[in-house]
């Protein structure tokens, strides 16, 4: 039986991967978490190795957040190394990614390659840079900067992606939405994911088990209205009208006798910066994750939030849920969120 590694470093690249593994039963799934602060616990690492149903014959962690230049170099050799022992035992046929761009994923496609093991790329939909692409991918800095650094420190195998998706180590894009991918993915071969591998029993299973670790029940979400997800705090700090058009949408659903829950961003280092908590909102643990709240929400909730790969997952894993977003005015945004049924609102309105 072939092997199959898949790279995960946030919930959804989890999610993703394991919807993936579980339609994929002729080959062995194995996940390997990246790009996390080095010696932090990593609950998600635990609680997947706790996971029942699993669709991953092994799971295993490689930090990759380093603090200083010469640290990160010398740490990431031993990275590289470490993916190496891993890549000679799996000899993986295929390779998956929701990030083309991570050194792992490149130095590991690189590997097996040496290896002989002739590996297929696969990119799983990340969401936003998906259909909108990255602009910054084109730009100097990226392409030539960026680029050279990276050649020069590590290898003349990097390959810098013209958007999140699109580089050479890529051969399959795995999609929700495969008539609107970026047409800088379109030469790819298409395996467009299915909304079902995700409201599977075992993936059910997932997202009680990440709920309960951070004090959450199912019940909990029984009877919510309006469900609010937000951003990092930097934005807020930077937009001092945020603040102001949150509380306005709060007060407004909760006159009109809604039930409101709000979820922080995880990495935010206050627990309530817009002071919500006062407003009589259900103030959820800003550590559980979207993906495992989602399948819980009743048909009739509303989903309010920044565009975001949140919005685009809630779009499609839940097509009966009315979703709001807040866009810029950039208008590739808006022509997505358009096409996808998203209802977009301009800041201040």
């Known amino acids: 039986m072939a092997n199959s590694v898949y790279f995960a470093s946030t919930t959804l690249h989890l999610y993703t991967a394991?919807?993936?593994?579980?339609?994929?039963?002729?080959?062995?799934?194995?996940?390997?978490?990246?790009?996390?602060?080095?010696?932090?616990?990593?609950?998600?690492?635990?609680?997947?190795?706790?996971?029942?149903?699993?669709?991953?014959?092994?799971?295993?962690?490689f930090y990759g957040r380093f603090p200083g230049l010469m640290n990160k170099l010398r740490k990431r050799r031993l990275l590289f190394a470490a993916l190496q022992n891993k890549l000679?035992?799996?000899?993986?046929?295929?390779?998956?990614?929701?990030?083309?761009?991570?050194?792992?994923?490149?130095?590991?496609?690189h590997a097996a390659t040496v290896l002989g093991c002739q590996p297929v790329g696969h990119y799983m939909d990340e969401g936003v840079f998906t259909y909108v692409g990255r602009k910054a991918s084109a730009s100097f800095s990226d392409m030539v900067i960026d680029n050279g650094m990276k050649k020069i420190s590590y290898g003349l195998w990097w390959k810098n992606p013209p958007t999140v998706g699109g580089s050479g180590w890529i051969n399959c894009v795995h999609p929700a939405f495969p008539e609107l991918i970026h047409p800088l993915l379109r030469s790819k071969q298409i395996v467009p994911l299915e909304a079902s591998s995700f409201s599977s029993q075992a993936?059910?299973?997932?997202?009680?088990?990440?709920?309960?670790?951070?004090?959450?029940?199912p019940v909990t979400l029984e009877g919510v209205d309006t469900f609010v997800t937000l951003p990092h705090e930097s934005l807020f700090e930077r937009d001092p009208t945020y603040k102001e058009r949150i509380l306005s949408i709060v007060r407004q659903h909760s006159a009109q006798g809604k039930r409101v829950a709000v979820k922080y961003h995880p990495r935010n280092k206050h627990p309530d910066p817009l002071s919500l908590n006062a407003e009589g909102v259900d103030l959820l643990p800003s550590k559980v994750s979207f993906e495992a709240l989602l399948p819980y929400l009743s048909d009739n909730c509303e989903v309010?939030?920044?565009?975001?790969?949140?919005?685009?997952m809630a779009r499609w894993l839940r097509p009966s849920l009315k979703v709001t977003a807040f866009t810029s005015g950039n208008a590739d945004f808006s022509k997505l969120l358009s096409k996808i049924g998203i209802i977009s609102v301009k800041p201040g309105t």
């Open 304 to 312: 309010w939030g920044d565009l975001s790969s949140t919005m685009i």
């Open 88 to 109: 000679a035992e799996l000899r993986p046929r295929h390779i998956f990614t929701g990030n083309d761009r991570r050194i792992e994923f490149q130095f590991s496609m």
């Open 18 to 61: 394991a919807a993936i593994a579980a339609g994929r039963p002729d080959e062995s799934a194995h996940l390997i978490f990246i790009d996390q602060p080095e010696n932090k616990p990593y609950s998600l690492y635990d609680l997947v190795r706790n996971w029942p149903e699993s669709p991953f014959a092994s799971v295993s962690l």
């Open 203 to 217: 993936m059910l299973k997932l997202s009680e088990m990440i709920m309960q670790e951070n004090g959450v029940q």
